[in-house]
């Protein structure tokens, strides 16, 4: 039984074959990190650059919306940097900028003078009863075409036109909308002598509704009731209201004197007409100052005016029923009937106080200036079907009413 005490021993380790697998290995790892470094070198710039990208792209887009910002902010305001320090010198410089501007748009304005009988227009030798201003608007091969207000001329026997230049020409009332005063006189360009016709051009209309509050502005005319005058300063607020029949007007007030009977336009910083001076769309407590109604707003009714059109009239103060006045009141959306005018198209046909016009000819009237631009495109003499939403009790029935459009006549 010897062979049980025998004891098995390992075999001996070689250190040479240790040393070979420990080079190997080693070398492996070389070869990997080596691998490794290039597929980074590779990847890196791919992976790095859409971010890189992403930067410059917001940063560009970030600099291009503050300069698409800047701009818009400036529209028609002379903008200056925040530190800025205005001297009395630099403040002369810019009053004096502003009245160039005026001073070369006066070419435009006309003083307008209503004469009571016949005179000699070398003597002055006639009495006058009302005197305002006007802008040129156009002209064609035989008549200028003059922008005003019908109560500066409103019977009168003759009408006086004065230019820039002190001449004097006769006018006649061509058309004129009863409903905001609006007139276009023509005068005969027979009548002008060639320095006149030189000295006096178009006035330039603005093609932009964007006016903001503290822009700078310049009243031209006789805002305070001396011809030619130039005032300077800043629009007070753009979102005032005067509702007329048919159709409600935006207005801009501003921080400019101005007399009760004051006329004339409204120009920004770059000689365009932006709104005509109505002060009876002055509220009671803006009376001192000027307020003119957006240029935008009445150009539809000065083009109708200056192609010989009546204005369409149904006799309507409205309103828009909003989604929160519908909820808050229980009234169907639409256009609320807030008057209706006495002896209108609109009462003879039967439409009432407090009706809501949803459709005019099958067109759904959601808000009133969607019912003022439609009544705009009619026809006078002719007739369309308004459907109002009537209330009965707690509730609302359909109703239609065949309206004849009219022409207002005061």
Request: charged content about 20%; glycine content about 8%.
């Amino acid at each position: 039984m010897e062979f049980i005490r025998e004891k098995i021993k390992e075999k001996p380790i070689s250190k040479r074959k240790l040393a070979m697998k420990v080079g190997v290995a080693a070398l492996c790892g070389l070869v990997f990190a080596f691998v490794v470094c290039i597929i980074l070198a590779i990847a890196a710039p791919l992976i790095l650059k859409p971010e890189e990208n992403e930067m410059i792209s917001t940063q560009d887009d970030t600099e291009q919306e503050d300069a698409t910002q800047e701009t818009e902010q400036q529209g028609n305001s002379i903008i200056l940097p925040p530190d800025f320090n205005l001297s009395l010198d630099d403040y002369q410089t810019l009053q004096d900028e502003l009245y160039r501007i005026g001073n070369h748009v006066n070419k435009s304005i006309v003083m307008v003078t209503k004469m009571e009988n016949e005179a000699d227009w070398t003597t002055n030798n006639f009495e006058t009863e009302g005197q305002g201003s006007g802008v040129i608007i156009s002209e064609d091969n035989n008549y200028i075409y003059i922008l005003t207000e019908r109560k500066i001329i409103a019977d009168a026997a003759h009408i006086r036109i004065s230019f820039v230049d002190g001449t004097g020409a006769e006018a006649t009332m061509f058309k004129y909308d009863a409903n905001t005063g609006i007139a276009i006189l023509t005068v005969e360009k027979r009548q002008l002598k060639l320095e006149t016709k030189r000295a006096i051009m178009v006035a330039k209309m603005s093609s932009t509704s964007t006016v903001n509050n503290g822009a700078l502005v310049i009243a031209l005319g006789s805002p305070l009731g001396t011809n030619y005058s130039i005032l300077t300063g800043n629009i007070t607020s753009v979102e005032n209201e005067v509702m007329t029949k048919d159709k409600n007007y935006s207005v801009y007030t501003t921080d400019i004197v101005a007399s009760k009977n004051g006329s004339g336009v409204l120009i920004n910083t770059n000689g365009e007409v932006i709104g005509m001076v109505i002060q009876a769309f002055s509220g009671s407590q803006d009376v001192s100052t000027l307020t003119a109604v957006a240029i935008d707003e009445i150009n539809g009714i000065i083009s109708n005016l200056r192609n010989g059109k009546d204005i369409p009239y149904v006799g309507l103060y409205i309103s828009t029923v909003t989604d929160d006045i519908s909820e808050d009141y229980d009234i169907p959306k639409g256009v609320f009937i807030k008057e209706v005018v006495a002896d209108s198209p609109a009462m003879k046909a039967g439409l009432q106080n407090g009706d809501v016009i949803t459709h005019i000819n099958g067109d759904a009237m959601m808000t009133d200036a969607m019912f003022s631009e439609k009544i705009a495109q009619l026809i006078p003499g002719t007739t369309c079907e308004i459907s109002v939403k009537r209330q009965n009790g707690n509730e609302y029935y359909d109703v239609t009413c065949v309206v004849t459009i009219g022409v207002l006549q005061e």
